[in-house]
Structure formats: C-alpha cells, structure tokens
C-alpha cells in the first residue's frame, strides 16, 4: 500500500511569503505528527493530531506555524511571513494509533528554502 | 536543552565488520526508544526499537542495547553491509497523551566494501 505523501517536495520562497505544506498519511492511519529538520539538527517535533481530539501544538516554535488536519486524514502545514530561519525539511510521520508499541512511518519531506 | 544526544556524526567501517552507533539521552520519562535510518532525500525509516523495561532487542543484524543507569544506549549492526550506509537517528519517546519522538542529530554510517 502506498505509505505517507508529501508536497510539495520542494519548495522556496521569499522572506515574507506564507506558505503550505501538505501532507497524506498512510489511510487509517489515525494519529500524525509534523516535525522539522534544520541543517545539522535532529527531528524536532511541531504538532500532534490523533482523532477529533484537540491537537498538541506545544512544540510549534511561533505563533506564525499553524496545521490542520481534515476530515481525518490529510493534514497542511502553514507558515505565515516566512523567515529565513524557517528553512528546514519539514516531516510528516503517520501511526495506525497512537500507542507506546506503534511505528511512527514518514513521509519523505518538504524541503523548504526561505531565501 | 538537548534530551538525545549522539555525538558522532560520523562512522566509516569495512564490510563485514561491526558497527556501532552510539546515544546518550538526559530524559528519565522516556518509556521507548527507537532507530530510524534515513538515505538522502527520503523520510526516516523505523529500524529497530527497545523499551525501558528491557535492556536488550535483537532483529536480524541489528541489535539495540540499553543501560538505563549510564542513560546510554547502541545499535550494533553485525555484519555491516554497503546498503546500511545512511544517517542513524536515536529517537526517545515520552509515554503519555501524544508519544512525540525526540531525535538526536544522526549519526552518518559510511561501510566500505
């Protein structure tokens, strides 16, 4: 079966702009996750939906960064007056529920230029 | 505040040799810890994980070790193949409502034929 998609792959733009980043997990898949990695970094965790239930946002560095995630499934990214320190591979990662044993699965990124 | 720590970015070793990819974490609550290995211009994948409860788990080549009181753990892969060239993440994960994964840096292993 097909595994988590994201677009676009790449993606610049300038300082300023607002951008969105799209992300489809695996079908029935019922928890996401974004993270993020800056050059030279870890993954670093953004935001957490599972469900109807109220995502965790904690990890979201500025109150410019904001997601959502319709109907269940697909999930966008947004970054409102991108700034060059927002460059990063942006990461979606799906689980089948979000339990402690559960295999997060990735997608392959966005690749985010702010020049 | 770095939670997961791997503090080599890099590992060369020969085919057939072992390797051995360290992590230090500072995080007690983490209930899990997991290993992703990732190739250039594709997400992460799921490699291998280990609960806190155990100290030991073994896949195939590829086995995780743990020593909660040096708050360490290791991935040895026995024996090393060119495919497992690629950057190794350690991953701790807090038990609770959401079980977001903290990463380290990454560790690039290079195995030369």
């Known amino acids: 079966g097909a595994g988590v998609s994201q677009s676009p792959s790449n993606k610049v733009t300038e300082k300023g702009k607002d951008v969105e980043l799209r992300c489809d997990p695996i079908s029935g898949h019922t928890a996401l996750y974004w993270y993020r990695q800056s050059l030279g970094q870890g993954l670093e965790f953004l935001i957490y939906?599972?469900?109807?239930?109220?995502?965790?946002k904690s990890g979201l560095p500025s109150d410019r960064f904001s997601a959502e995630r319709t109907g269940g499934s697909v999930s966008t990214l947004t970054i409102q007056r991108t700034q060059q320190e927002d460059s990063a591979v942006y990461l979606c990662?799906?689980?089948?529920?979000?339990?402690?044993?559960?295999?997060?699965?990735f997608g392959p990124g966005t690749r985010l230029t702010v020049l | 505040d770095q939670q997961v720590k791997q503090n080599s970015p890099s590992l060369s070793v020969q085919e057939g040799r072992i390797s051995i990819l360290n992590c230090d974490y500072t995080?007690?609550?983490?209930?899990?810890f997991l290993w992703y290995k990732k190739y250039p211009a594709e997400g992460p994948t799921f490699l291998i994980s280990?609960?806190?409860?155990?100290d030991k788990n073994e896949d195939g080549r590829f086995t995780v070790f743990l020593n909660k009181s040096a708050k360490h753990l290791s991935l040895h892969i026995v024996p090393s193949q060119p495919g497992d060239s690629a950057v190794y993440f350690c991953?701790?994960?807090?038990?609770?409502?959401?079980?977001?994964?903290?990463f380290g840096k990454g560790t690039l292993l290079t195995v030369n034929p």
């Open positions: 995080n007690s609550m983490f209930d899990y």
């Open positions: 939906f599972q469900g109807n239930s109220a995502p965790d």
């Open positions: 280990i609960s806190s409860i155990k």
């Open positions: 990662a799906s689980s089948l529920l979000p339990l402690s044993t559960d295999t997060q699965y």
């Open positions: 991953a701790g994960r807090l038990g609770g409502s959401n079980y977001k994964l903290t």
